[in-house]
T-cell receptor, first 114, second 117 residues
C-alpha cells in the first residue's frame, strides 16, 4: 500500500531533550516536506527536500533540523525542544516539488514539550 | 502575517445549503491546491489549479483560480453532512529574482465546515 508513515504518533517530552520524528514513504517520491499544524494557523512548512541531499527552509525552520540521506526517509530533528514546539506535525511527500503534484500526508505526530 | 488569507474560518450550515470558501493573497502563485482534512488524519488533496481563470468541478464542489492567480474559491452546492471537515488552500510560488524556492508551499489558516443534518 502506498503510504507515508511517521513515528512516533504521540510523544510527550521535556524541554531540552533531543528527539527525532521519523518519516518514510514507499512511493519513490522526489519531494518531501515537514509541516506543523497549530489551531488558527493552518499548516506551516518547516523544511522541505526536493531530492536526496537537497533540503531547504520553509517558513518556520527555527529550532528544527532535517536530513535526506536516502530518498524514502526524511527525519525531523529537534535538538533542544521547547514548549513552543508543542504541535501536531505532518510529513508529506509528492512526485514533484511543492504545488506541482499531489502531496500525500502521513497520519501526524502529536508532540507535547513540557 | 499570513501570506494566504482564508475565509471564513468557521462555517456552520444546514444540509442542502450552498457555501463558498475564499483564499486570498497579494502574491501570485504558480499553482493553488485545495485539501480536506478530517480529525486525526492528514490532509487529502481535492484539486490543483494552475491557470488563471481556471474552473474545476468535482461533483458538488467547484474550484476557481483567479485571473491574476492571487486568489481562489471553493463553492459547495447542496452541502451534506459528509462534507464536514477542515478545508485548506495551499499556494506554490515559482522561483523569481528574489530567490523564492519552487519547493515552498504556503497554506491558509483553514476553514472548519460543519454541515448539520
Amino acid at each position: 500500500e502506498a503510504q507515508v508513515t511517521q513515528n512516533p504518533r504521540y510523544l510527550i517530552t521535556v524541554t531540552g531533550k533531543k528527539l527525532t520524528v521519523t518519516c518514510s514513504q514507499n512511493m519513490n517520491h522526489e519531494y518531501m516536506s515537514w509541516y506543523r499544524q497549530d489551531p488558527g494557523l493552518g499548516l506551516r512548512q518547516i523544511y522541505y527536500s526536493m531530492n536526496v541531499e537537497v533540503t531547504d527552509k520553509g517558513d518556520v525552520p527555527e529550532g528544527y533540523k532535517v536530513s535526506r540521506k536516502e530518498k524514502r526517509n526524511f527525519p525531523l530533528i529537534l535538538e533542544s525542544p521547547s514548549p513552543n514546539q508543542t504541535s501536531l506535525y505532518f510529513c508529506a511527500s509528492s512526485l514533484l516539488g511543492g504545488g506541482a503534484a499531489e502531496q500525500f500526508f502521513g497520519p501526524g505526530t502529536r508532540l507535547t514539550v513540557l | 502575517t499570513q501570506l494566504l488569507e482564508q475565509s471564513p474560518q468557521f462555517l456552520s450550515i444546514q444540509e442542502g445549503e450552498n457555501l463558498t470558501v475564499y483564499c486570498n493573497s497579494s502574491s501570485v502563485f504558480s499553482s493553488l491546491q485545495w485539501y480536506r482534512q478530517e480529525p486525526g488524519e492528514g490532509p487529502v488533496l481535492l484539486v490543483t489549479v494552475v491557470t488563471g481563470g481556471e474552473v474545476k468541478k468535482l461533483k458538488r464542489l467547484t474550484f476557481q483560480f483567479g485571473d491574476a492567480r492571487k486568489d481562489s474559491s471553493l463553492h459547495i452546492t447542496a452541502a451534506q453532512p459528509g462534507d464536514t471537515g477542515l478545508y485548506l488552500c495551499a499556494g506554490a510560488r515559482g522561483r523569481n529574482a528574489g530567490g523564492t524556492s519552487y519547493g515552498k508551499l504556503t497554506f491558509g489558516q483553514g476553514t472548519i465546515l460543519t454541515v448539520h443534518p
